[in-house]
């Protein structure tokens, strides 16, 4: 285990975070989502180790931490790789942003040099080394924060926000430098993100943040098979077990695909109808389950799907097991997950 | 009309003939308010970065406190000062009264809260930033206050651009603690009202130019050097 926050509470104003017990295992991808101002920030400055919590007790890498012991957290600190919504660029070059975090820590300036332009490169910034801030776009300053928190080599990577305000590319390049770190060095990173399709395919583990208190997210409705062009931007999706599913997607997916639909996106409906919605698949309810705030359907549809409907809905259209029902969605709820 | 025009080329002879007397009146005014920009800056930026670093009780009063200090004129600042330092003052003794001194210590008080209040204003914002983005990177509490003052010297530049800039303009403490003495303690201000009183425009028009030129020149050359380092945010 990585990370176990037992009761920790912060309070602003009216505002509380409290996430209960939250346990984050090593080597894990973790993605916070949710709207602004829900305390995902606040958690992961908790989680970063940067905020002391009103009550209850943070553990990192088996370790209670001790917020008086300013030597220790420091070194505790030091194996989180920390990056702020508001990170701050210093007023030096980009090579001297980028470096500053390994200056800090003492590295051999040698060693510093080589770390640092591998990845100005690799972030596709490398002429940008020798520049000050002055006349650096948005994305540009984004692609230098994130250099300076990529570089360093830690067992743990937080990022807040880390693909705010960056192009296709620059996501792009983040989520196989994200992934390779996970993969190779068998990184624990946790961010935040806005861009569900993003989460989607960084994050196997997904974590909703509302009004302070957090929920896991399951991922429901992943389908792996082929896809085949079906018109612009279009694809139809299809395995052994079904044959038209489409979806929209910027890129040309190639292999096997991996795709999630995210059960909120899904309307049932008892007869065939045409409604904008691309898809509108036949299947039968396989089984019921209530939960404390909705009704949980698993329809059989080639595949199995799980749908979510109120409880007036269950009534309305009598559904019990066995019956026919359809699965509308459109093709843009369809994320593609690899 | 034409008193004006005369007066006009009159500064322009004055400024190219390099008059000795012209040029000591600018070279006094210079030196006066660097020497006084120099002290008030040792004094109040240390108690900027005091007051913003600090959390203790009175710090917002004292801050407000510059603050309305800042607009106080520049003349009761001389009458304060005048006061003290007349025969019959406190520090009647040292007889420091109508010298460079005694205008070196008005202009420091003018400018004390300037450079105060300037200076807390432009690191306060920088505090919470800075230091908590060098935390995040793995700082120490001492490597967070080092890329703090590194961040905070263009800001305090600045403030010290403002100062000097307000003391070499100003003419009340300079007129009242220095007495206007000629070859002594003449500066451009003191020169200029005195000038137009006599109706010698050439030499306050010229005057005015200079005053003007290097209030200007501090400026631009602040601004291309920031310029060299300045951040996106």
């Known amino acids: 285990m990585m990370f176990l926050l037992n009761d920790t509470k912060v309070s602003y104003g009216s505002f509380t975070l409290d996430p209960g017990r939250l346990e984050l295992e090593k080597g894990k991808i973790y993605c916070l989502t949710g709207p602004n101002g829900s305390g995902k920030s606040t958690l992961l400055k908790i989680v970063g180790l940067q905020l002391k919590p009103d009550t209850g007790t943070v553990l990192f890498d088996g370790e209670t931490i001790n917020w008086s012991d300013a030597d220790k957290l420091l070194k505790q600190r030091r194996k989180i790789s920390y990056m702020l919504q508001d990170s701050r660029l210093f007023r030096c070059s980009v090579f001297d942003n980028t470096a500053y975090a390994l200056k800090i820590r003492g590295e051999h300036p040698d060693e510093i040099r080589k770390k640092v332009n591998k990845m100005l490169e690799r972030l596709e910034i490398g002429n940008l080394a020798k520049r000050n801030l002055h006349g650096l776009s948005g994305g540009e300053s984004q692609r230098v924060r994130l250099a300076r928190n990529l570089v360093l080599d830690t067992p743990v990577y937080i990022l807040d926000e880390p693909s705010a305000g960056l192009d296709t590319r620059g996501r792009e390049l983040l989520s196989d430098i994200l992934t390779s770190y996970n993969r190779e060095k068998g990184s624990t990173i946790i961010f935040c993100s806005h861009h569900k399709e993003e989460a989607y395919r960084m994050a196997p583990e997904l974590i909703s943040v509302t009004d302070g208190h957090i929920a896991w997210i399951p991922r429901e409705n992943v389908l792996s098979g082929s896809a085949e062009k079906a018109g612009n931007k279009l694809y139809r999706f299809f395995n052994d077990k079904i044959d038209h599913l489409y979806f929209s997607y910027d890129h040309e997916p190639k292999g096997t695909v991996s795709i999630a639909i995210d059960p909120d996106e899904i309307i049932l409906s008892a007869s065939e109808v045409h409604t904008s919605a691309r898809n509108c698949l036949p299947g039968t309810v396989k089984s019921i389950t209530e939960t404390t705030s909705s009704i949980q359907l698993t329809v059989s549809a080639g595949e199995d799907f799980t749908v979510l409907i109120t409880k007036n809905s269950l009534e309305e259209m009598k559904l019990t097991k066995g019956s026919p029902v359809y699965l509308l969605f459109k093709a843009t709820a369809v994320k593609v997950v690899n | ?233």
């Open chain 2, 1 to 233: 009309m034409d008193y004006i025009f005369d007066g006009i080329s009159e500064a322009i002879r004055l400024i190219a003939s390099g008059d000795p007397e012209f040029w000591s009146i600018v070279w006094l005014s210079v030196k006066l308010s660097s020497i006084s920009t120099l002290l008030a800056s040792l004094l109040g930026v240390p108690v900027a970065f005091f007051l913003v670093l600090r959390r203790f009780t009175g710090r917002d009063l004292l801050i407000t406190v510059s603050n309305s200090l800042m607009s106080v004129p520049t003349v009761v600042i001389g009458l304060f000062v005048y006061s003290i330092l007349s025969r019959r003052g406190p520090l009647g003794d040292l007889s420091l009264l109508f010298t460079q001194t005694a205008v070196v210590i008005g202009q420091t008080l003018l400018i004390l809260p300037v450079v105060i209040s300037l200076t807390v204003s432009s690191i306060r914002s920088l505090d919470k930033n800075v230091r908590e983005t060098a935390s995040s990177l793995g700082a120490s509490r001492k490597q967070q206050l080092v890329v703090f003052f590194k961040e905070a010297r263009f800001g305090v530049a600045a403030c010290l651009v403002t100062a000097f800039s307000r003391v070499f303009a100003e003419v009340g403490v300079s007129m009242m603690l220095g007495g206007n003495i000629r070859n002594y303690t003449r500066t451009i201000t003191t020169a200029i009202a005195l000038e137009t009183s006599k109706g010698e425009f050439g030499l306050s028009i010229a005057l005015g130019i200079v005053l003007l030129a290097v209030a200007f020149a501090i400026n631009f050359m602040f601004l291309k050097f920031t310029k060299l380092y300045r951040t996106t945010e």
